[in-house]
């Protein structure tokens, strides 16, 4: 792995998002002597057989893998990010998410939801989703939302398991806890790090499919709040 390096991994089937994602971060500070990739894939059958290909093919010992329609704004994000994972027990870090996942499996359904993220669903709507804000630098979750998501340590995403484009982010955290890492959420009191630009639409039904999946593989690992 090379300690020296940041790669940005999106799966992309619109060039319209992805060519105002790499817009951005392309403007991007860069800390002395760190590199940057920026590592497009197209047709990937999944979430996850896109991310593991990539994955694979890129020396960065940082990776960033965010969706098409995520446009990072916090400038000093790679340095950020060093800090952060200047513990080395941490293995990812998103933007929002839950300290402990409820029964359900799914993230915002958790009691105690952290992070932020600047949602631009339809013009002329913003709405900043904030949560609670981590009392120091962050705060360990047990589970981030996969529109941001990075990692200093390469572990398989279960493609084996989430052949489509739901649940691969809430498994990969529980993989993370598996291996003996953390996930945490930084804290954005000052400003958000990300801007999110998802189409308004009706929850997939093929979520519930890949939510059974996930509840059978991961379901006695929750420990869910009252």
């Not at 996850?48 to 990072?72: E, P, R």
């Not at 398991?161 to 930084?186: I, N």
């Amino acid at each position: 792995m090379n300690d020296k390096k940041f790669a940005f991994i999106t799966c992309v089937n619109s060039d319209y998002w992805y060519d105002e994602c790499v817009l951005y971060l392309k403007h991007l500070n860069i800390p002395e002597n760190y590199s940057v990739e920026i590592i497009p894939v197209r047709g990937a059958n999944s979430m996850t057989a896109g991310y593991n290909s990539a994955m694979k093919n890129s020396d960065a010992k940082y990776k960033i893998y965010l969706h098409q329609d995520t446009f990072v704004v916090n400038k000093n994000l790679l340095q950020d990010l060093l800090n952060i994972f200047s513990d080395k027990k941490i293995g990812a870090v998103g933007m929002i998410g839950c300290v402990n996942l409820p029964a359900s499996g799914v993230w915002w359904d958790g009691l105690r939801t952290y992070g932020r993220v600047l949602h631009a669903c339809e013009p002329e709507s913003v709405v900043d989703s904030e949560c609670e804000e981590p009392q120091g630098d962050y705060q360990e979750v047990e589970a981030a939302d996969g529109l941001f998501l990075a990692t200093q340590y390469d572990l398989f995403w279960r493609e084996d398991l989430f052949d489509g484009w739901h649940l691969y982010d809430t498994s990969l955290c529980k993989e993370m806890q598996r291996a003996g890492y953390k996930v945490v959420v930084p804290n954005q009191s000052k400003n958000f790090w990300c801007i999110h630009c998802p189409k308004e639409k009706p929850l997939d039904p093929r979520y519930r499919k890949y939510q059974k999946i996930f509840l059978r593989e991961y379901g006695e690992e929750l420990n869910p709040e009252i």
